[in-house]
């Protein structure tokens, strides 16, 4: 129900442009997200953006990263700039609607040295 695209293999300093797509079944979206998870840690909130636009970063990566999103096609997208050996996990889009929260699959993206 969500679909994730626009991971990869990247290097330090590159940049990436993630998407996820909501389907028709999802509907009254209030805030969409994305988080990442390394192999073996927690899954972490990456940036978050409200119904009205409004957007919110984690610390490390602020200034680095925008999230924006498109409520005419109900996707969520993630620029993804100077990109850190770090950065490398699996990225997964998270959608919040009146009737619960929903998760994709995830999509990997690995930033090499």
């Known amino acids: 129900q969500l679909v994730e695209s626009g991971g990869g293999l990247v290097q330090a300093g590159g940049s990436l442009r993630l998407s996820c797509a909501a389907s028709?079944?999802?509907?009254?979206?209030?805030?969409m997200g994305w988080y990442r998870q390394v192999q073996g840690n927690q899954r972490e909130w990456v940036a978050s953006?409200?119904?009205?636009?409004?957007?919110n970063y984690a610390h490390s990566v602020q200034g680095r990263f925008t999230i924006s999103r498109d409520n005419a096609s109900k996707t969520v997208y993630l620029q993804m700039n100077s990109l850190k050996v770090e950065d490398t996990a699996v990225y997964y889009c998270?959608?919040?609607?009146?009737?619960?929260?929903?998760w994709g699959r995830g999509t990997q993206v690995t930033v090499s040295s």
């Open positions: 953006i409200t119904s009205g636009g409004d957007p």
């Open positions: 998270n959608v919040f609607t009146t009737r619960g929260d929903f």
């Open positions: 028709g079944s999802i509907f009254s979206i209030t805030r």
